[in-house]
């Protein structure tokens, strides 16, 4: 009798020990596959600082409990494949960043992988990407950096530093699926402001000069340059301000890092903060959450910066306005 009372005891005890093992490991989230459909223009030492320092953040480390599976695509027609690539790895999550290329490819490659974009088309209802932003519906969620209200922002800011301003100039890349979307608001933004709007087209860096030099001919006293996957590179940004300085073309960019690069201007949504923003979008699908239900995020703060170097090349005076009103000035 007592060795039974004492088998039952130490299983008792057993059991006791074993419990908050067990309770341990049903807490640690089980590893996620993550699948990043990018242009070859980012990096993951961009996105480390940012994006998966934040997944860490909230639980989710490369080589850890994520493994992630790096596309990036060396040209717009590479987006389909590399997304199947995705989809054939199993991947619980496809996240894509910028323009609307690699969110149009991963939506043909699945309808039911969860996937979370940065960016996208300047209205991705319109899109037909979801149903609406309170309730995206389907598979896709994220935060979108472009809006209406920005694209106008941007001429009026061109217009405010040259009073002028008769005509202004937009520069697209030709066949980019965000631009349709864009060019109502544009358009509009152009009529009130009671000035000629003119877009200016091109598939690749090679063209910068004859483009540049249109635009001149074509008297345009500033131009809009689009953030669409050609003027997502550092290097090909940076070889279109010398031209713009050479041709007296004061510009606006779609991205801040364009006025670092030599334009007068740029003014955008913050790119890391949004980057932020679609890791807490990954981390609550990776715990159970349905895309489909997570609200859309458009950007509540945009941040202007001015660099007078350019404008002193552009023989510009910038109005001390635009100055004060600037969160970053390059000097």
């Keep these: 009798m007592k060795n039974i009372q004492r088998r039952k005891l130490l299983m008792y005890s057993g059991a006791l020990a074993a419990t908050p093992i067990l309770s341990l490991a ?3 989230p089980k590893t996620r596959r993550l699948g990043m459909l990018l242009s070859d223009s980012a990096s993951k030492e961009g996105l480390g600082g940012t994006f998966f320092q934040r997944l ?9 409990n994520l493994a992630v599976e790096y596309r990036f695509a060396r040209g717009t027609d590479q987006f389909p494949q590399l997304a199947t690539e995705l989809v054939q790895q199993k991947v619980d999550v496809i996240f894509t960043g910028g323009s609307p290329f690699p969110l149009d490819a991963a939506r043909k490659a699945t309808t039911t992988i969860p996937i979370v974009f940065s960016g996208g088309y300047s209205d991705n209802v ?14 896709i969620t994220g935060v979108s950096f472009v809006s209406g209200e920005l694209l106008a922002k941007r001429f009026e800011l061109l217009k405010e530093v040259i009073p002028s301003l008769s005509k202004i100039g937009v520069l697209r890349e030709n066949g980019a699926a965000s631009y349709a979307s864009q060019q109502t608001v544009l358009i509009e933004a152009a009529r009130t402001l009671k000035i000629e709007m003119a877009t200016f087209s091109l598939r690749d860096p090679g063209e910068f000069e004859s483009v540049a030099q249109s635009a001149k001919n074509e008297k345009v006293g500033g131009l809009f340059v689009n953030g669409t996957p050609l003027f ?11 031209l713009l300085i050479k041709y007296q073309l004061p510009a606006i960019g779609a991205w801040n890092y364009m006025a670092d690069a030599g334009f007068l201007m740029g003014y955008s949504a913050d790119p890391l ?6 890791a807490g979008y990954i981390d609550k699908i990776f715990r159970g959450a349905n895309p489909g239900e997570l609200p859309v ?6 941040e202007l910066v ?3 170097k ?22």
């Design 26 to 28: 049903q807490s640690l």
């Design 56 to 64: 860490k953040e909230l639980g989710w480390s490369e080589g850890s």
């Design 126 to 139: 319109s899109a037909g990407v979801i149903q609406s932003l309170a309730r995206p519906g389907g598979n």
């Design 232 to 242: 997502a590179s550092r290097a090909n940004v940076a070889r279109l301000a010398e």
């Design 273 to 278: 903060g949004l980057l932020v923003k679609a």
């Design 297 to 302: 995020e458009e950007p509540t703060r945009y």
């Design 306 to 308: 001015v660099n007078l």
């Design 310 to 331: 350019a404008a002193k090349a552009l023989k510009i005076v910038v109005p001390k306005a635009i100055i004060l009103r600037a969160d970053r000035v390059i000097e």
